[in-house]
């Protein structure tokens, strides 16, 4: 069973990056659709961003334009970039590995279907 972890969260200031670090093991990323999901206080779970095996990726309006994800097989990592935070990107950040094409996701991320597994989350908090 794939199992996923998340690294690199923490306090970031307004107009800065983050960049956060998934460490998977039990499979590897080109066998896994993987993908990043925030939960922001209070509010439900969002995609932020999502690749599948042929290399497509999709990304959630709010950070389309500035963000990436990407891959390093040799490693077994999955990252996420996002630029020019603001106040509304403060949320935890789950690294997913997905079991299906589409997802439907719930106020919780974790007990959101179409998922195989789930980081403990990293919290983020963009502060001005």
């Known amino acids: 069973a794939v199992q996923v972890m998340e690294s690199g969260g923490g306090s970031v200031q307004t107009g800065g990056t983050l960049i956060l670090s998934c460490a998977v093991s039990g499979d590897t990323l080109a066998d896994s659709p993987m993908g990043w999901y925030r939960q922001p206080p209070g509010n439900e779970c969002e995609l932020v961003a999502r690749?599948?095996?042929?290399?497509?990726?999709d990304f959630h309006s709010s950070v389309e334009g500035r963000v990436a994800i990407s891959r390093d097989n040799a490693k077994n990592t999955l990252f996420l970039q996002l630029n020019n935070l603001t106040p509304e990107d403060t949320a935890v950040y789950y690294c997913?590995?997905?079991?299906?094409?589409?997802?439907?996701?719930?106020?919780?991320?974790?007990?959101?279907?179409?998922?195989?597994?789930w980081g403990q989350g990293t919290q983020v908090t963009v502060t001005s």
């Open positions: 690749v599948n095996r042929a290399g497509r990726e």
């Open positions: 997913a590995a997905l079991s299906a094409a589409r997802q439907i996701l719930y106020r919780n991320c974790t007990e959101s279907w179409g998922f195989k597994s």
